[in-house]
């Protein structure tokens, strides 16, 4: 790391900035207080060029500044330049922006403050809000690294104004032109970080899960690490139980370990007031898989839903059709130790007219050139067309197996 400039130091090109003091440092970067020639309190965050590990870092730094520049939000500080400096011996970047005055949520839970349930509800808000506003953008901007250390409540009170600071790891428009993120760098903190962003690929969701994370340290006063995991999930109210509820929807919902299952920003300010009905991002995710599901899976899985709801009916001995979902075409009768199911055909579907199609004009091409060669007698040429033909018949097997064969399972004894 550089060299920490000393109170009294001014920088900017018309000397515009006077150094205060530190008032944090990373593993690259340091940021200070300073003070305008105007009187004005800023946030200056300085990278240096012997302070680098790697030019990834630079990187994301200039990438930090680009996006800053583009956001307006009361929750995050106010952007207000940016500015490189030769010093010489050494090269010198820096971000200026508004003084974010207080604590981190970091600070006060481990100074052994606690804050009410209300308290920690309205910082939820507040903090699903500004995720609401970052996912908004176009490209959407993805911080990468929401934990206590980076939430800072105005004058050190839980009541106070709350903001999200250090986008150092942020992915946003400096990468929209790239990948979605795959690949990318890893950026995160452990038991923060979403598992998707293990393998580099953040996206808005991983700042709900790791909004979640944060909720259960404020809430439990324990880092998530500390909780165990079950499948990729933390296992968290074994030893936790949620003060309400409404917190128990919250946290589980934001910490689904699969994105697409995960509560949306608008979603999780839902259960906060309280509606009744929250049509979750789980439950849409649940329908789409259903839905993309061929007719003869999905009669499958009404089979089995259907089985295990009749199952004591099956102890009689007496044949019978078991009743079946509305708009279901499977059928099912069962007797003492015998299930039978049939599937009907699918029917003619868009797909199955393209191969019926295809395997029709494959067909005729092949006979086309068959008997031509076999007119001008070419029998080895007849011959060489053999495979085609085994083909076109498997095509039409195909085509016609979805419009006129019906499947039956029988499971148990006969």
């Not at 165990?228 to 003060?243: A, D, H, K, N, Y």
């Not at 995710?285 to 709801?309: C, F, I, Y």
């Not at 395997?359 to 050139?369: C, I, R, Y």
């Amino acid at each position: 790391m550089a060299q920490e400039l000393a109170p009294g130091q001014v920088l900017g090109a018309q000397g515009q900035y006077t150094i205060l003091g530190v008032l944090g440092s990373g593993s690259n970067a340091i940021t200070y207080k300073a003070v305008t020639a105007a009187g004005l309190e800023v946030a200056i965050k300085a990278l240096t060029l012997r302070g680098l590990k790697d030019w990834k870092q630079l990187d994301l730094f200039q990438r930090e500044a680009q996006v800053l520049a583009s956001l307006s939000h009361p929750s995050i500080p106010t952007y207000i330049d940016y500015f490189e400096q030769d010093l010489g011996s050494d090269m010198a970047f820096y971000i200026v922006q508004e003084v974010a005055r207080g604590k981190s949520l970091a600070e006060m839970v481990s100074g052994g403050k606690r804050a009410s349930e209300s308290e920690v509800m309205r910082i939820a808000v507040e903090l699903l809000q500004v995720l609401q506003y970052l996912a908004g953008l176009r490209p959407a901007v993805t911080h990468r690294d929401v934990k206590p250390e980076n939430i800072i409540l105005e004058g050190g009170s839980w009541s106070g104004r709350v903001y999200l600071v250090d986008f150092g790891g942020v992915q946003g428009i400096a990468a929209a032109g790239g990948s979605s993120g795959m690949g990318s760098t890893i950026v995160g903190t452990f038991g923060y970080m979403a598992p998707e962003q293990f393998r580099g690929a953040a996206q808005p969701a991983s700042d709900l899960y790791a909004l979640g994370a944060t909720l259960l340290y404020v809430l439990s006063g324990r880092n998530p690490f500390e909780f165990p995991q079950e499948r990729m999930q933390l296992s968290w109210r074994p030893s936790f139980p949620p003060p309400t509820p409404l917190w128990g929807t919250l946290l589980d919902g934001l910490l689904e370990p699969v994105a697409e299952d995960r509560l949306t920003a608008q979603e999780a300010l839902d259960v906060l007031q309280g509606k009744a009905r929250v049509t979750t991002q789980a439950t849409r995710s649940r329908a789409r898989r259903e839905s993309e599901l061929d007719p003869p899976a999905r009669s499958a899985r009404e089979a089995r839903g259907v089985l295990a709801r009749q199952d004591a009916l099956g102890r009689s001995g007496v044949a019978f059709q078991l009743s079946r979902p509305a708009g279901s075409r499977v059928v099912l009768e069962r007797t003492a130790g015998r299930l039978d199911i049939n599937i009907p055909p699918k029917g003619m579907g868009a797909d199955t007219l393209f191969t019926a199609s295809f395997a029709l004009a494959w067909n005729a091409f092949v006979a086309f050139w068959t008997f031509g060669a076999l007119a001008s007698g070419g029998i080895l040429f007849a011959l060489f067309s053999a495979p085609f033909w085994l083909a076109g018949v498997q095509l039409g097997r195909t085509a016609l197996g979805g419009v006129l064969i019906q499947e039956r399972l029988a499971i148990g004894r006969p």
